[in-house]
């Protein structure tokens, strides 16, 4: 391999003495920063030429990779253009890409693109690279070591002369690799500024590139905004293309515009102004898609694609709080009369072993894909004050449902917790992970399927993407939660903890901070404190609800938070007798007055002596009285504030939100 001193790399090899029907003329696998403009070009012999029955197949030359394939692309169905070019890309790329791909897909190297002909499915993901049906092949690199297995492997064809690895350049590089050939077939390649769209040496048609610019990418239903077009050179005839808006649920239904565009003859600019229609359906919130369609041969979109953020103003407001102004007996459990009648008269490990029969039961219960969690999500933790919304742990706020990180970047989006996390639990995804096929479509489970820990919606939260990054895999306790949040969290995740230990064998919650053992989480005594001192409420219920109609199992701690204490807290060896049935325990009769107070409140509606604890709005325990008659007048003694009572009788509780002026 030679390289220029002058950061200009030119590699030479002589290639098939004859030009094929289709090579790779440019590739650049690096670009700065994140990747996403990277692409690939393809160039044909003639113009708009049919590449049906070619694929282009990427290689992975690393000691892991083994020289085998990791990406195909089927090229039937498309042409190359006027000039004879392919371009595949991200949608980031300019001028937009002819196929899209997604970004920072293509490896940087030392690796391989090749062109064969042949069917996408003679390259299953792993194929080890081969010389049969070879149109055109690359290897290249940035700044890396020469893989010489990869190398060998496609010398061995004899229709090529000697193929040599091409340098791109070092990491980060603004170069692409481009591919000349001169009068005699004699083939160099050059890695220099990239000319996607364009022949590398200056030739062919010069497409007029168009572009179009919006002032925002978020608006409001009945809001107004324009699109303006420009094109890089004035019309020489006039230009009459068509626009698309329209995106999965969002369509011609939703907006009203002029949607045909027309620049005239000498000019350069149009522009149209688009309307959304305030309808009284609560869709959510949409993505309008805006793209190019119908535009002449000559002209070459510069972007493309461009999303706009739909805000439906119908959303719903629940009649239950957040975890941060949480209430309680508004949702009630759907959970069976006889769900967890199993349990009683039963102790200690008897206890814990029947309860995991009833949240495991082979048959019964189900495990979903974890794609799946992302609609479970969705319903489970959606917002109470905002229905287009979820909730997220640990940062305490909603965030739009649209914004589920499907990329790299986590900024501004939210994604999936595992409140156990899967480094200390052991779980795994396998590639039917990546299929989201509904609630009806499950697998069979049991308390040793431990991988299915990895999509158990009750040990899942959505959660701010950077947050979950900070999170990381630490214990409870060591991580507490982002500096000025509430900690409305802390009870949601310890019972969420405390169910995986007994949902599934090889999983324990134990004291302290444990290192290097897989299947143990800390901090028992935090979680515990936390259990105690942020209570069930309406939020959890729901969630627990409807994880039930996925996987037909319920978070007991959810639904009895006492039985928190009969296995790992104060009254292990005690044995367990069911509470009152939900519908013999009348919470909603329960009336604490006068709210707002200046101090002193009345109750009324207990039918016997209750314990009353207060608690302040982080869930911290403040006070506690501990023989609670009815009609009883309590001085409370606290400062102005917002606090919740927990009241507590005959082992059912219910908590009430109280202020204090």
């Not at 392919?86 to 791909?101: A, D, F, R, Y």
């Not at 769209?197 to 007029?208: A, E, F, I």
């Not at 329209?246 to 239904?253: A, E, I, L, R």
């Not at 309860?355 to 794609?371: D, F, H, K, P, S």
Request: charged share 20%.
């Amino acid at each position: 391999m030679m390289k220029s001193l002058l950061n200009v790399v030119i590699l030479f090899f002589i290639c098939q003495s004859v030009f094929s029907q289709v090579v790779i003329n440019e590739l650049d696998c690096d670009t700065p920063g994140t990747d996403n403009m990277e692409f690939v070009e393809l160039l044909s012999e003639v113009p708009n030429f049919n590449l049906d029955g070619f694929v282009l197949v990427f290689f992975n030359g690393s000691t892991s990779g083994g020289n085998s394939s990791y990406f195909t692309i089927d090229l039937d169905g498309f042409t190359t253009d006027i000039n004879g070019l392919l371009l595949i890309g991200s949608n980031s790329v300019s001028p937009v890409p002819q196929l899209l791909i997604s970004e920072n897909v293509i490896q940087n190297g030392a690796d391989a693109v090749a062109i064969y002909q042949a069917n996408d499915f003679d390259f299953p993901e792993e194929t080890v690279a081969t010389i049969d049906n070879l149109i055109d092949v690359l290897i290249y690199d940035t700044s890396d070591a020469d893989d010489i297995d990869m190398i060998d492997i496609f010398n061995d064809d004899p229709n090529f002369a000697t193929i040599e690895q091409i340098n791109e350049g070092s990491s980060n590089n603004t170069n692409s690799i481009q591919r000349f050939e001169d009068m005699d077939g004699n083939v160099t390649y050059t890695s220099t500024t990239p000319t996607p769209r364009q022949l590398n040496d200056g030739s062919g048609v010069v497409l007029n590139g168009i572009s179009f610019t919006i002032d925002q990418s978020q608006y409001d239903e009945t809001d107004s905004f324009d699109i303006s077009f420009a094109l890089q050179n004035p019309a020489t005839d006039v230009l009459n293309f068509n626009i698309l808006l329209d995106n999965s649920g969002f369509n011609t239904s939703d907006f009203s515009g002029n949607t045909a565009i027309t620049i005239p003859i000498g000019l350069t600019n149009a522009s149209t102004t688009i309307t959304l229609i305030d309808d009284a359906d609560d869709e959510g919130d949409e993505v309008a898609r805006v793209r190019f369609e119908s535009l002449p041969a000559e002209f070459i979109a510069l972007n493309d694609n461009l999303d706009i953020r739909i805000v439906d103003n119908d959303f719903t407001v629940a009649a239950y709080g957040t975890p941060l102004s949480p209430t309680s007996g508004i949702v009630s459990s759907t959970q069976p009369a006889d769900y967890y009648n199993t349990l009683d008269g039963l102790s200690d490990t008897v206890l814990r072993q029947a309860l995991q029969n009833i949240i495991a039961e082979e048959g019964v219960v189900r495990t979903q894909t974890y794609a799946d969690i992302i609609d479970i999500l969705k319903e489970a933790d959606q917002n109470p004050l905002n229905s287009n919304q979820v909730w997220l742990l640990y940062t305490e706020q909603g965030r739009p449902k649209l914004d589920f990180q499907t990329t790299s970047n986590n900024n501004g989006k939210w994604n999936r917790e595992h409140t156990y996390p899967r480094s200390r639990g052991g779980f795994f995804d396998i590639e039917e992970d990546e299929i989201a096929d509904g609630r009806e479509v499950f697998w069979n489970t049991t308390a040793d399927s431990l991988r299915h820990g990895n999509s158990d919606a009750h040990a899942l939260r959505a959660a701010d993407g950077p947050e979950n990054s900070t999170r990381g895999n630490q214990h409870y306790g060591q991580y507490t939660g982002p500096v000025a949040t509430a900690g409305s969290f802390y009870g949601d995740v310890a019972r969420s903890v405390l169910y995986m230990a007994v949902r599934f064998n090889g999983l324990e919650v134990v004291n302290g901070f444990p290192e290097g053992s897989t299947g143990e989480l800390g901090d028992l005594a935090t979680l515990l404190d936390w259990h105690r001192n942020d209570p069930p409420d309406d939020f959890e219920m729901n969630r627990n609800n409807v994880i039930y109609t996925w996987q037909f199992n319920r978070n007991p701690f959810i639904d009895h938070p006492d039985l928190v204490e009969y296995i790992w807290g104060n009254n292990v060896g005690n044995i367990w007798d069911q509470p009152l049935g939900i519908t013999e325990f009348e919470t909603s009769k329960i009336e604490v007055y006068l709210n707002p107070t200046k101090g002193v409140i009345s109750i009324k509606g207990l039918k016997s002596e209750a314990e009353l604890l207060v608690f302040s709005i982080e869930g911290r325990k403040l006070k506690s009285f501990t023989t609670v008659n009815t009609e009883t007048s309590i001085d409370l003694k606290l400062s102005s504030g917002i606090y919740m009572l927990k009241l507590i009788s005959e082992e059912q509780t219910v908590t009430k939100k109280i202020i204090v002026k």
